[in-house]
């Protein structure tokens, strides 16, 4: 195929013959030359390069006749030789006015565009296409509309050529020198430079007043084009102007510091970052790091964007305490005494940090520990680690991970992204100020992943003895020693966190408060902060223990004491509010009584005696993120065909728990009741519910008490309202050992539970809980769901 790589513009009029070649009738059939990328248009002059030999053999023939051809647009311009259905079927017939052979063996023609014509059938394809033509004259009525349309595209396209470069300015005075419409709109379409498919749909249009419409619209666009260019042409032209001015003025200004004997404003800045490098006792990787970019700073104009960028990299190398730490504090006793001020209980995490600081004691190079504290919400985690720092005489920095999901949060972002930092553990410790902090990660089992990386990942190396006196952040790209810091890292739940990190860390479990142990941590914390906070003082306000216990009770219903400190704080503003209107005379004593008027009704009720009077309920216990607590399981039956419905929003596992239980019951039914009959279960549906369902619920656990509700229900025997129950049933009536036993006997407590139902196998557990904690409670420990049976049921 041939193209068009020029389109010439030739104002001086044709010789006599190509003048005669361009008005002579058009003959039935005429050679067909593709053309590749280039449309032309009728009654313009248009250059060709012709190379294909098939198109050399085609221009020497029509030479040595007519001179005349048709000139069609190929579909798709990667085909090197198009057939009959590879060309679009309207093209226009020219008369080659010119021909020049090159020393290659191609040709240069002028082809003088005469008139639109349609492709009809093709008569001949080698050894070039031959195909009949027919005219396609225009359409044209004289209108003030198509004035309009002439004029406005002639005033459009004098606008573009006046900007664009490749359109010679000759160009402007022939299109304003054209009358005629249909010859304006071929010669404007003709010297765009647009796409071969609007440039093929332009000639296509016979109906002129539509072409020159279509025509404006393009036009529009282009300038709209062409001007935004030049104002990005002139806006970077400007901003060189100015730089190139900024240049001048800095020189100028460097002449007159030095005739004025004043020292360069650069020069004293990079003498600056020298002494607080030299001040800021570096390591020798960070020191050498530090030199490199302080000598590619002083080579930079300050007006370089990698300028700040440096000048930032150094600043934070310098903030760094890469040498600086604070001197630990290793008296065990006074350790002691500001654990017990802080905290009340606890003695598993104290008895830790106090083993942490002997060894430091004798051994004073021993790295830091990496503990994580679970437990549920509201039992003073992140408060311990305040109290941790304050103990060691160390500084403290909490640093939140719930919810991060960009590893970079942890690691940092490189140098080369615009506006980057450093990660979250190199910003903590230029804000501690020092080497060896306590830092306190927050929510380390509610981090997330996505496709910016996995935090929990870079996690590993922070939290690695073997790894983090290495650790490298991608910000700064050197080692930093984290061998010292005390991490403590607090969670709800461990089943979030990954394997491979919890395997780094020392787990220590935090269970739940008892009902005195609430007691005394708000006579001895939680009401003395209240009363501060709410601007009373102690001679003001007296909470008696029968008003702790009310709001215990009967106010919250947790593991914690978040909310106990919430509704103690609600009864001071009121005592406030009383004093500050002059209502309150002298002291104000909270008893269980004033303290039911304050808070109102009461919100947290003991439903075990209620809910167990009749037969088919029976009490479990459950463990919860937020602490255990006490879970109901009821079983009815009706005249049916042995089917077995299960509700209350429960998981797989406890729905197979379900099914085991009564796999067991109906097997040993004669046990439970003689009396039952044998047809009993066939003749009645059964459903096991299992209250609360807006709460999802799974797990094994509930076995037991699923098994005693059942037997309960068809037996017609109560189970006792002060017994709950815990363990997986098999289906031979073995009992097997449950997690969370601490959590489940502190919710029983609570709950007023004299008796609990225990696996043998977790009798260890048990031997763990401090007996302080357990208070009256009995456990009774069962390795057959028979003896849970004679316990259980009235």
């Known amino acids: 195929m041939e193209g068009a790589p020029v389109l010439e513009v030739v104002d001086s009029p044709l010789d006599a013959e190509d003048a005669i070649l361009a008005h002579q009738p058009l003959p039935e059939a005429l050679p067909i030359l593709p053309l590749r990328d280039t449309v032309t248009f009728p009654e313009t002059l248009t250059p060709l390069a012709v190379g294909q030999p098939r198109s050399i053999q085609l221009v020497n023939d029509v030479l040595g006749t007519n001179r005349m051809l048709a000139m069609v647009t190929a579909r798709d311009p990667e085909n090197e030789e198009p057939g009959p259905g590879d060309l679009y079927d309207v093209g226009v017939v020219g008369a080659v006015a010119r021909m020049v052979k090159v020393p290659d063996g191609s040709l240069r023609i002028l082809v003088q565009g005469m008139q639109r014509a349609k492709l009809g059938s093709f008569v001949a394809e080698r050894p070039y296409l031959v195909a009949r033509i027919g005219e396609m004259p225009d359409v044209s009525e004289p209108s003030s509309e198509l004035e309009a349309l002439s004029r406005n595209v002639q ?145 930079l104009p300050p007006a370089a964007a990698e300028h700040g960028v440096i000048r930032t990299y150094l600043e934070w190398l310098i903030e760094l305490p890469w040498s600086s730490e604070t001197e630990d504090n290793l008296d065990i006793a006074h350790a002691r005494k500001v654990l017990d001020e802080d905290h009340y209980d606890l003695e598993k995490v104290k008895d830790r940090i106090l083993e942490y600081l002997a060894v430091r004691k004798l051994n004073p190079s021993s790295p830091g520990p990496i503990l994580c504290f679970v437990g549920p919400p509201g039992v003073g985690k992140t408060s311990l680690g305040r109290s941790i720092a304050r103990a060691l005489g160390r500084e403290f920095e909490r640093i939140s991970v719930g919810g991060v999901r960009d590893e970079a949060e942890i690691r940092g972002h490189r140098r080369t992204y615009v506006g980057a930092l450093p990660g979250t553990i190199v910003r903590a410790l230029r804000d501690a100020g020092s080497r060896n902090p306590v830092f306190m990660i927050d929510e380390i089992d509610k981090m997330g992943a996505d496709f910016r990386g996995d935090p929990a990942s870079a996690m590993l190396e922070v939290l690695d003895p073997a790894q983090n006196d290495s650790f490298r952040d991608h910000y700064l790209d050197l080692e930093f020693d984290l061998s010292d810091v005390v991490f403590i890292a607090t969670a709800n739940v461990l089943d979030t966190i990954p394997g491979p990190l919890l395997d780094r860390m020392e787990t220590i479990e935090l269970a739940g408060y008892t009902l005195e142990e609430k007691r005394h941590i708000a006579r001895r914390y939680l009401v003395r902060r209240q009363i501060k906070a709410n601007g009373l003082k102690p001679s003001q306000i007296e909470f008696s223990d029968a008003a702790l216990t009310a709001i215990i009770e009967e106010y919250t219903r947790e593991a914690g004491v978040r909310n106990l400190e919430r509704e103690v704080g609600a009864i001071c503003r009121k005592v406030a509010r009383d004093v500050a209107e002059g209502k309150a005379k002298g002291k104000v004593r909270i008893s269980g009584k004033k303290a039911r008027e304050l808070l109102g009704r009461r919100r947290v009720f003991a439903e075990q005696r209620r809910r167990t009077k009749d037969a088919g309920v029976a009490t479990g216990l459950a463990w919860t993120p937020t602490g255990g607590d006490v879970l109901f399981i009821e079983a009815t039956s009706m005249p049916g065909s042995a089917k077995l419905t299960i509700t209350g929003q429960l998981g797989d596992v406890m729905k197979e728990s379900a099914q085991a239980a009564l796999s067991y019951v109906r097997g040993h039914w004669s046990r439970i009741d003689p009396e039952l009959g044998e047809d009993w279960f066939a003749q009645h549906d059964l459903h096991v519910h299992v209250p609360a369902g807006a709460v999802p619920k799974d797990g094994p656990s509930a076995g037991v008490a699923m098994t005693v509700a059942l037997a309960s229900l068809i037996s017609g025997r109560p189970v006792r309202n002060d017994v709950a129950m815990t363990g997986e049933v098999t289906l031979t009536g073995q009992v097997l050992p449950i997690g969370g036993l601490k959590e489940k006997s502190l919710a029983a407590q609570r709950a007023g539970i004299k008796k609990v139902i225990v696996p043998e196998r977790n009798a260890g557990d048990v031997a763990e809980i401090p007996e302080h904690e357990l208070g009256n409670l009995e456990f009774v420990y069962v390795d057959e769901v028979s003896q849970a049976l004679d316990v259980a049921l009235t």
């Open 155 to 299: 005033r459009t396209f004098s606008e573009i050529v006046a900007q664009i470069p490749y359109l010679p300015e000759e160009l402007q005075l022939a299109v304003a020198n054209i009358e005629d419409p249909a010859t304006l709109g071929h010669l404007i379409a003709g010297a765009l430079r647009i796409g071969t498919e609007e440039k093929q749909k332009l000639l296509e249009e016979v109906d002129v007043a539509k072409r020159l419409r279509h025509l404006s619209r393009i036009l529009a666009r282009e300038l709209e084009v062409v001007q935004l260019g030049t104002q990005i042409q002139s806006q970077v032209q400007s901003e060189i102007d100015k730089g190139q001015r900024e240049f001048f003025l800095r020189q100028q200004l460097k002449a007159i510091q030095k005739e004025l004997g004043e020292g360069d404003e650069q020069q004293a800045e990079a003498n600056e970052l020298r002494e607080k490098i030299a001040a800021a006792d570096l390591p020798e990787h960070a020191l050498k790091a530090a030199e490199r970019e302080l000598s590619r700073l002083e080579k």
